[in-house]
């Protein structure tokens, strides 16, 4: 079984909806982190969290929320969709000298 | 200015050739270094580290120089399977904090 997994991997919405995807380890590992990929743009950070209590917006936090349910789960939202947030997104958690990343989810906003 | 800059290529290059990518970062307080790898559509998993002494793993060989702040990774007789997108990774603060990801340099190997 995966490491980090994530739900769904595939989504297709429209504008103005509500999104939650997921994200859960069996890693044991208490930092967890959520980035988008664009082509040309490489991975950028949305937010990360170190623990349940202790959650940080990363470089393009705007439009998203998360929420960090137990050290093994940490859930991004898009309260409002809108078509810029088509991306990849990757739930990933840490290691001391790793990052380990789940499969992916492809948003696409219409 | 990007903190993490790379020529997306793509480089084709034939099997059994060598190739070495570069990668740039701006902030000069930058600690770690890694080399990851990402096929299409997948996740990106990790290659290797780079150290100040530079390191080999194989058939890959990562280097840094921080007096021109650029990492590079040398891939000798390239396979089939090489064929990814490489990803050059900074970390920019203390306790590893923030990785900063470059956009990727596709590499081709052809038969």
């Known amino acids: 079984d995966a490491d980090v997994t994530q739900t769904p991997r595939n989504r297709i919405t429209k504008t103005g909806k509500r999104i939650m995807l997921e994200c859960s380890q069996t890693k044991g590992h208490d930092r967890m982190y959520w980035y988008r990929q664009d082509p040309g743009l490489g991975l950028r950070l949305i937010y990360y969290s170190f623990d349940v209590k202790d959650i940080n917006k990363g470089e393009i936090s705007d439009g998203y929320s998360v929420s960090r349910q137990a050290q093994a789960k940490f859930s991004l939202s898009l309260e409002s969709a809108i078509p810029n947030q088509t991306a990849l997104y990757f739930c990933?958690?840490?290691?001391?000298?790793?990052?380990?990343f789940g499969p992916g989810t492809r948003l696409t906003v219409l | 200015r990007k903190e993490v800059e790379q020529d997306p290529g793509p480089f084709n290059v034939p099997e059994g050739a060598t190739v070495a990518f570069n990668c740039t970062y701006s902030?000069?307080?930058?600690?770690?270094f890694f080399w990851y790898r990402q096929d299409c559509r997948k996740e990106p998993k990790l290659l290797m580290s780079v150290y100040s002494s530079g390191n080999e793993d194989g058939r890959f060989t990562a280097q840094l120089n921080r007096a021109s702040q650029y990492i590079s990774l040398l891939i000798r007789d390239s396979k089939l399977s090489d064929s990814a997108t490489y990803l050059c990774?900074?970390?920019?603060?203390?306790?590893?904090?923030?990785?900063?990801f470059g956009s990727g340099t596709k590499l081709n190997v052809k038969p």
């Open positions: 990933a958690t840490r290691s001391v000298h790793e990052q380990f």
């Open positions: 990774v900074v970390n920019v603060e203390y306790n590893f904090n923030k990785f900063y």
């Open positions: 902030n000069s307080a930058s600690q770690s």
